[in-house]
C-alpha cells in the first residue's frame, strides 16, 4: 500500500479569485515525491466545517503525514506554523447573523499543540535555496488554525505521524488587487512545498 501525505488547501475568499494554499495542493495532487503519495482536499473557509473535515479526510486517506496550506495575505515569506490553539474565532464570517462566533475547536480539547513537522530542516532546506521562509508562532484563530488544531487532536494518538501548517503569502497573480503586499510566484511556491514534503518523507 502506497504511503500518502494528505495536503489541504483552502477555497478562494473575501473576493479573490484563486487562493495559492489550494493552487499548490491542487497542482500536486496524485503525485509522488520522496516516496510519498499525495492527495489534495480542498477546504471550506469555515472553522467549524473545516475542522470536520480535516479529521474525515484523514480517516479515510489514513495519511502517514499531513500538511494544511491557507493564504496569509500580507505576510512576506512562507510561514512555518508552530502552535495551533483550541479557539475557533468566526465573528468576521458570522457577523450578520449575530453568532459571536468564538467557540472551541474542539470542546474539551487541551489549549493548544505544537507543530509534528521537521521544522528547523524544512527552514534550512528553503534557505538554501534563497526561498524567504520563517516559523511564525501563530496560526491565527480561524479556519486555518482550525484544520491544523483538528489534525493534531485527531492524530492524537498517533505521535510518530508528521502533522502540521504553513501559511503561504499572496500569489504574485493577486498582486494586482493588492499592490502595497508581498507576494512569491506560484512556481515558487510549489518548488518550496516539493521540498518540504522531500523533508517530511525523511521523517516517516
Known sequence: MARTILLSGFAPFRGERMNPSWEVARRLNGERIGGLLIESI?????????????????????????????????????????????????????AKSGDPGR?????????AYFSRLPLESILRALDRADIPASIS????????????????????????????FIHLPYAASQSR??????????????????????EIALAV
Open 137 to 164: 508562532l501563530t496560526a491565527g484563530a480561524y479556519a486555518c488554525n482550525a484544520v491544523m488544531y483538528a489534525a493534531l487532536h485527531h492524530l492524537r494518538r498517533r505521535p510518530s505521524v508528521p502533522v502540521g
Open 103 to 111: 467557540t472551541r475547536v474542539i470542546r474539551g480539547g487541551p489549549a
Open 177 to 198: 488587487r493588492h499592490r502595497s503586499m508581498p507576494s512569491l510566484p506560484l512556481a515558487t511556491m510549489e518548488t518550496a512545498v516539493r521540498m518540504m514534503i522531500d
Open 42 to 94: 480542498r477546504m471550506p473557509v469555515n472553522c467549524g466545517e473545516a475542522a470536520r473535515r480535516i479529521a474525515g479526510e484523514i480517516d479515510r486517506v489514513k495519511p502517514c503525514a499531513v500538511l494544511g496550506f491557507g493564504e496569509a495575505g500580507g505576510r512576506p515569506a512562507i510561514s512555518l506554523e508552530l502552535v495551533a490553539i483550541n479557539i475557533a474565532d468566526q465573528r468576521g464570517q458570522l
